[in-house]
């Protein structure tokens, strides 16, 4: 039995030329915003400096700033997504976090930078549900994994780009301007999403909806929740994305604090200042790995996943638990160089959940749910994982480094580590949630 068996109505899928294409536009779009995301990561260290904050206001600004309003307006958002144009939708969205990131370089306070991270969460609630409800349309059943996965790789292709492009833009230009100039591009592909992007529920120019039919918000929870695997799915993802999102504002701060001379070392040998060479190579091990991870994520769960849809959660909550050992492995390592390089296992199993947990959020949700749905999955992944994470950790760092007296190196170290047990929790919901899949299909 796979995920092509369950005996719902859908539109014909796209054929396959555009359905590349468009999916590689998606895909584009996504990694823009995690570049406009994990910018703020690399540069975390010279905000920090020049605006004189703490490491805990460097998570709120980082995830919970973000994360509340990207997760408020991701719902609202969705549900015009079920019964509107979702390509115009996404322009909009587009052009949208891409001026606030834009607006991120002229800031003077803390203050005004956490309201432009809103005003980037804002934005970027646009793309995701639109995005995933736009791609089950356009692939068919037996596609959707892969499909699903090849859009995710945005995430580690935005990652790597934030980080790289971050770190070199500092050394070349400063952070203000680092924010203006990869906020620009975003609102030309915007106008691009509008122009190209199909609409499939689309007749003679105007979207097909069944709006009096629509379940209200009330009712859509209601069935949401009863959805065992769908249930157990989102809190497993809020958990893994508690512990990547918890991490990411502060690897870099850690091989600063505690890498700081080999840092330097390395740089100078390949003609590099430190922000240059440590954004690159974040961005190499995170992205390189992550791009493999995600496609390794949707190709093994497609294959496996044939004879048995329970490995459907088999493969994220495997991937979840082989993160713990080897991010602590890569953390501890005394030489920078060889930390660096370790760094790419854990995010490559860290990578692997995309495809398969899309699929079936979205596979054992009725069709009309499906944009509203991950507006939830997003939402419980925000609050918790982009929302909670790095504040946690960040404030987990100043106890440990100040209260503790561990110093700001060892502080964050230990609270990056400790971080990673947390993974424990989602490697068992899913595990958990496999005997459900095939249940919650053929309901």
């Known amino acids: 039995m796979g995920l092509e068996d369950q005996a719902r109505p859908e539109l014909p899928p796209q054929p396959p030329a555009y359905r590349r294409a468009a999916v590689s536009l998606l895909l584009v779009l996504f990694a823009l915003s995690f570049l406009d995301r994990q910018i703020i990561n690399i540069l975390a260290e010279p905000i920090k400096a020049e605006l004189d904050l703490a490491d805990w206001q460097i998570g709120l600004m980082s995830g919970l700033a973000f994360a509340v309003l990207y997760t408020l307006a991701g719902l609202p958002i969705a549900r015009l997504a079920d019964r509107a144009h979702r390509p115009r939708i996404i322009g909009v969205a587009v052009v949208l976090w891409s001026l606030f990131t834009a607006s991120c370089g002229f800031v003077g306070s803390f203050v005004q930078l956490l309201a432009a991270r809103v005003g980037v969460g804002i934005g970027e609630a646009g793309l995701t549900p639109p995005a995933t409800s736009l791609i089950m349309d356009y692939a068919p059943p037996e596609k959707r994994a892969s499909t699903l996965a090849h859009y995710h790789?945005?995430?580690?292709?935005?990652s790597l780009l934030g980080l790289a492009l971050g770190g070199l833009l500092f050394d070349w230009v400063g952070w203000r301007h680092a924010f203006l100039i990869v906020g620009a591009p975003g609102v030309l592909m915007g106008v691009a999403a509008m122009l190209i992007l199909r609409e499939p529920r689309s007749r003679g120019g105007a979207v097909v909806a069944t709006q009096d039919r629509r379940p209200g918000y009330g009712d859509t929870f209601r069935a949401l929740a009863r959805i065992r695997s769908y249930r157990?799915?989102?809190l497993a993802t809020a958990f893994?994305?508690?512990?990547?999102?918890?991490?990411?504002?502060?690897v870099a701060s850690f091989f600063f604090r505690q890498h700081?001379?080999?840092l330097a070392d390395m740089a100078a040998s390949v003609g590099l200042q430190r922000a240059g060479f440590l954004g690159l190579a974040l961005g190499l091990a995170h992205g390189?790995?992550?791009l493999l991870g995600v496609w390794l994520g949707g190709q093994l769960a497609d294959r496996i996943a044939r004879g048995d849809v329970r490995h459907y959660g088999t493969v994220p909550s495997m991937a979840a638990l082989l993160t713990i050992p080897t991010f602590i492995i890569a953390i501890i390592t005394p030489d920078a160089g060889f930390a660096l390089l370790l760094l790419a296992v854990p995010s490559l199993f860290n990578a692997m959940w995309f495809g398969p947990v899309h699929t079936t959020q979205q596979s054992v949700v009725p069709k009309e749910?499906?944009?509203?749905?991950?507006?939830?999955?997003?939402?419980?992944?925000n609050l918790i994982g982009l929302g909670l994470g790095p504040l946690a950790v960040g404030l987990l760092s100043d106890w440990l480094g100040v209260g503790w007296k561990l110093?700001?190196?060892?502080?964050v170290q230990v609270a990056l580590m400790m971080a990673s047990f947390v993974a424990l929790v989602p490697a068992w919901l899913f595990y958990t949630a496999r005997r459900s899949i095939p249940e919650d299909l053929r309901s």
């Open 153 to 158: 790789m945005g995430v580690p292709l935005g």
């Open 232 to 234: 157990l799915f989102v």
């Open 240 to 250: 893994q994305a508690f512990v990547s999102y918890g991490q990411a504002p502060f």
């Open 260 to 262: 700081g001379a080999q």
């Open 288 to 290: 390189v790995a992550g």
């Open 369 to 381: 749910m499906r944009a509203t749905a991950t507006a939830v999955l997003l939402l419980i992944l």
């Open 407 to 411: 110093g700001p190196g060892r502080g």
